[in-house]
């Protein structure tokens, strides 16, 4: 069984920083991509950033300069570095990855969502 476990959201002022943090656990393992969505009340899934297992990465256009997406693949973890937060980046954010787990098919996984709130 493959669990995604997201931690590190809150409230935080505009301007403000926040980490959140997604690890993988579960065994014989191949994780090919992982990133962040977000949603928030009555809009779409939004993806934040990714990140594949080769290291290359993609941000939606709001918040490029903004959030960092970094992964430790040894350890099965993904981190999304969020800085200079605004009020328009609260939401619910959610990990995902697309994980192998042999000898079964690749599949995406989602985690349960963490809240991010930007407000002073």
């Known amino acids: 069984q493959v669990q995604l476990v997201e931690s590190g959201g809150g409230l935080v002022q505009p301007g403000g920083s926040l980490r959140l943090s997604c690890v993988a656990s579960?065994?014989?393992?191949?994780?090919?991509?992982m990133g962040w969505y977000r949603q928030t009340l009555g809009k779409e899934r939004e993806l934040v950033a990714s990140?594949?297992?080769?290291?290359?990465?993609n941000y939606v256009d709001s918040v490029k300069g903004r959030f960092t997406i970094s992964s430790d693949n040894a350890k099965n973890t993904l981190i999304l570095q969020m800085n200079n937060l605004k009020p328009e980046d609260t939401a619910v954010y959610f990990c995902?990855?697309?994980?192998?787990?042999?000898?079964?098919?690749?599949?995406?996984?989602w985690g349960q969502g963490t809240q991010v709130t930007v407000s002073s």
């Open positions: 995902y990855a697309v994980i192998q787990r042999m000898p079964t098919a690749p599949r995406a996984y």
């Open positions: 990140i594949t297992n080769g290291g290359t990465t």
């Open positions: 579960g065994t014989a393992l191949r994780i090919y991509t």
